[in-house]
């Protein structure tokens, strides 16, 4: 593909559909019909993004540019002409966010290490990301622990909730439609490397969680029992990304034994979280306050928070 078949054949508008932009408003300017959207380069409240379908150019009110498709990707995933060409040619443009599933969920866990390429790691700005997050009643102000991840994986372009763990690794979660179960149906992957995160702000206490998902929860349930009044984290926090890494998390308690004299332990109420949260108790059977109580009647943190009226 050259320059001139991207910018005269491939929709712009499916482009930032593909992406998950919905237009705020459409409207015809001189018999051509424009798209206005909330601007994909940065933070808006008031769209001034404008795609002309006749066109196929954008114009960003905002900051005065303008340009064609390839110049969009160029600038959206800041790369090069030709990297944004190799991009288009993987967008499946009669696809959408919900087809993630299907195709990811071929993949061996091999061909995830092996075939995928970050593109983008940015704030969470997509519509479809957004709509995820509202719909697990997370609050917006802890969105700031989390970022937009955009990558390529066995030709296809994605994007996800990413969220970073100690070997720089994202474990990333969206959610598909599901039109059977007529419901939400969340997918999950790692890229770059499985690990804990290990967020250290010097407390003497610290909380373990299973999941990214689990963290944002607690914060949204419970601020009171992790922020100060600077609205700041005043525990250390260890979220395991996955059971798998249980023996990292008591390396770590070992490493801090000195430190944390409390241990708040918000493992799953499930056979594994239970194996974890007794293997806390026999280990530190001093420190650790279990919280699994505030959410007994349901599978985790995230779930109780999701169902909580």
Known sequence: MNCSIANTRISLLSILHKQGYKESYSRNNKGKKCHWFISPFREERTASFVVNEDDNTYKDWGTGESGTVVDYMVRYYRCSVKHALSLLDS??????????????????????????????????????LIKYLNRRKIDEQYWKYLCEVHFKL???????????????????????????????????????????????????????????????????????????????????????????TKLKVFEVLSEYSATYGTLYASTDNDPAGMEILNALLNKYPDKVIPLNGFYKDYKDVGDYLLNKK
Request: charged residues 25%; contains cysteine; aromatic residues 12%.
């Open 154 to 244: 066995k030709d296809k372009v994605y994007y996800a909730v990413g969220f970073e763990n100690d070997s720089q690794g994202y474990e990333l979660s969206w959610e598909y439609w599901n039109k059977a179960k007529q419901g939400f149906v969340r997918h999950k992957m790692c890229l770059v490397a499985k690990d804990i995160t290990h967020i250290k702000n010097g407390s003497s206490s610290v909380v373990i969680l299973e999941s990214w998902s689990d963290f944002v929860s607690l914060l949204s349930l419970y601020p009171k029992l992790c922020l100060n009044k600077k609205m700041e984290l005043k525990n250390d926090f260890i979220i395991m990304n996955s059971v798998s």
């Open 91 to 128: 967008f499946d443009l009669t696809s959408s966010f919900v087809k993630q599933k299907n195709e990811c969920n071929q993949l061996s866990k091999k061909e995830e290490q092996d075939s995928y390429e970050i593109l983008a790691i940015k704030k969470i700005q997509n519509h479809n």
